[in-house]
């Protein structure tokens, strides 16, 4: 199983599948699969760098931190880098088993939208980190956007800010060294990774 999915993620590392395509053909891998033997294969993965501390320095900051991926193993993320929601569930979780998988949507934004609506907080309070072209609807939705390491100009271009750095900590240093300038137009409020 573990082969499996290193396949498929230097895949898309390479670019010779889309994030989309990645977390299609893992989805069916998955199910029915304990969680601890697939975490334990993630965790030898390639990762950025200090994404605990930069999660960290985000909430000390007065940020809550959710994620808002379509990669079904976001449980693994959750876990390990004290993220404080999920807003889409591309898996449901029963007894530390993928217990049911559920379909992934065109775009992030119907998500943020739903969790806003229930959070009561505007989609211009919030900002949003990400690397694929199902971002671009997001980042042109929400108050601060920022493309880390994409592949992609037209996800970049749709950003507010592009870094490329393997260094989450840096990441959201930049985040914050932005919401605590006077010259900032978007007020504190959850950031989506």
Same mark, same amino acid.
């Given at each position: 199983? @573990?082969?499996?999915?290193?396949? =498929?993620?230097?895949? &898309?590392? #390479?670019? *010779?599948?889309? *994030?989309?395509?990645?977390? &299609? ?36 900051? @007065? ?14 993320? !959750?876990?390990?880098? #004290? ?22 949507? !065109?775009?992030? =934004?119907? &998500?943020?939208?739903? &969790? ?8 211009? !309070? ?16 929400? @108050? ?13 271009? #749709?950003?507010?800010?592009? =870094? !490329? ?29």
């Amino acid at each position: 199983m @573990g082969e499996e999915i290193s396949i =498929l993620h230097e895949k &898309y590392g #390479a670019g *010779e599948i889309t *994030e989309a395509e990645l977390n &299609y053909m893992q989805i069916p891998l998955l199910r029915g699969m304990r969680l601890a033997p697939i975490l334990k294969v993630l965790s030898t993965g390639p990762l950025l760098r200090n994404i605990r501390k930069g999660v960290e320095a985000l909430k000390s900051s @007065g940020l809550d931190v959710s994620m808002l991926t379509f990669n079904p193993l976001q449980v693994f993320f !959750e876990r390990n880098f #004290a993220i404080d929601t999920s807003i889409s569930m591309t898996v449901e979780i029963m007894d530390d088993m993928i217990s049911k998988t559920n379909a992934i949507p !065109e775009n992030k =934004l119907t &998500y943020l939208e739903q &969790y806003c609506d229930s959070s009561g907080i505007s989609l211009q !309070e919030c900002i949003h980190v990400g690397d694929g072209p199902n971002d671009i609807p997001t980042f042109r939705a929400v @108050g601060f956007s920022v493309s880390l390491n994409s592949k992609y100009s037209e996800v970049r271009e #749709a950003s507010d800010i592009s =870094l !490329e750095t393997d260094d989450f900590a840096l990441v959201s240093d930049e985040i914050v060294r932005r919401i605590d300038s006077p010259w900032r137009t978007f007020p504190k409020a959850p950031s989506s990774v």
